[in-house]
C-alpha cells in the first residue's frame, strides 16, 4: 500500500533563487543609484548614459564571477569531505554503520530499531556514503549546486534588473524622471514577485523594496549634487 501525499514542498534548497532574487535587486538598486549620482553632478544625458552602461557590464560580469567561485569553492569543500567520508566507509565499515545507527537514536529511534535500518543502509555502499553525507554534512553526492548555473542566473539577473533605469536614456532622455519612474516600479514589481514564494504579502515585498532602493538613489543623488556643486 502506497502512501497518500496530501500536500508538496516547493523546492527550498535549489542553487538559482537566491543569485537570480539578488543578482535583479542588486542591478537595479546599484545601478538605479549608479546614474542618480552621476546625475546628481548635472554632468549631461551622454555621462549618465556612459556610466549606466558601464554600471551594467562591470556590475553584472562581477557579480557572475563572485558567484561562480563562491559556489566552485563551497562545492569543492563539499566534495571533499564527501570524498572523506567515502574513505571512511571503506576502512572502518562498522564503525561508520554505528556512528549512523547514533545518529538515528538521536532523533529518536529505538536502539535496536536504529541498528538495524543502520545495518540495512550499510549494505549498498553508494546508499550508505549518500546517508552519512546527508545526516552529517547537510548535502547529497550527486546534488551540489552548479557554479556555472548560480554565475549565469546572477550575470542575467543583474543585468536584466541594471537595464532598466538606463532604458529612458538609450531612448534620448535627458532627465532622471522617467528612470527614476522605471526604477521605481521595477523595484514594486520584484519585490512583489519574490513574495511569491515566501509568506508575506505582496504589497509588504514591493514596498519594502522600493524604500530601500529609494533610499540608496537619494543618498547618491546628494553625494553626486554635493560634488557637483563643489566644482571637484
Known amino acids: 500500500m502506497t502512501a497518500e501525499r496530501h500536500h508538496q514542498h516547493r523546492d527550498v534548497t535549489g542553487g538559482w533563487l537566491r543569485p537570480a532574487v539578488f543578482g535583479a535587486m542588486d542591478g537595479l538598486v546599484s545601478n538605479f543609484a549608479l546614474i542618480a549620482g552621476v546625475s546628481g553632478g548635472q554632468p549631461g544625458q551622454r555621462v549618465v548614459l556612459l556610466a549606466g552602461l558601464a554600471g551594467l557590464a562591470a556590475g553584472a560580469f562581477s557579480m557572475a564571477a563572485g558567484e561562480y567561485i563562491s559556489v566552485a569553492s563551497q562545492s569543492e569543500l563539499a566534495e571533499a569531505e564527501i570524498e572523506v567520508e567515502r574513505l571512511e566507509l571503506a576502512r572502518h565499515p562498522r564503525a561508520e554503520q554505528q556512528e549512523l545507527a547514533e545518529v538515528f537514536v538521536g532523533r529518536g529511534v529505538d536502539p535496536e530499531l536504529a541498528a538495524e535500518v543502520a545495518r540495512q543502509l550499510s549494505r549498498d555502499p553508494d546508499e550508505a556514503l549518500e546517508t552519512h553525507a546527508r545526516e552529517e554534512l547537510g548535502v547529497a553526492p550527486g546534488e551540489l549546486p552548479s557554479p556555472v548555473l548560480a554565475a549565469g542566473a546572477s550575470f542575467l539577473s543583474f543585468a536584466a534588473g541594471a537595464v532598466l533605469p538606463v532604458l529612458p536614456y538609450?531612448?534620448?532622455?535627458?532627465?532622471?524622471?522617467?528612470?527614476?519612474?522605471?526604477?521605481?516600479?521595477?523595484?514594486?514589481?520584484?519585490?512583489?514577485?519574490?513574495?511569491?514564494?515566501?509568506?508575506?504579502?505582496?504589497?509588504?515585498?514591493?514596498?519594502?523594496?522600493l524604500a530601500f532602493g529609494a533610499a540608496a538613489a537619494a543618498i547618491t543623488y546628494g553625494v553626486g549634487s554635493l560634488i557637483g556643486s563643489s566644482g571637484v
Open 170 to 209: 538609450l531612448f534620448g532622455s535627458g532627465s532622471l524622471w522617467p528612470a527614476a519612474v522605471i526604477a521605481a516600479l521595477g523595484l514594486f514589481l520584484a519585490g512583489a514577485l519574490v513574495s511569491k514564494v515566501t509568506t508575506r504579502p505582496w504589497w509588504f515585498g514591493g514596498l519594502r523594496q
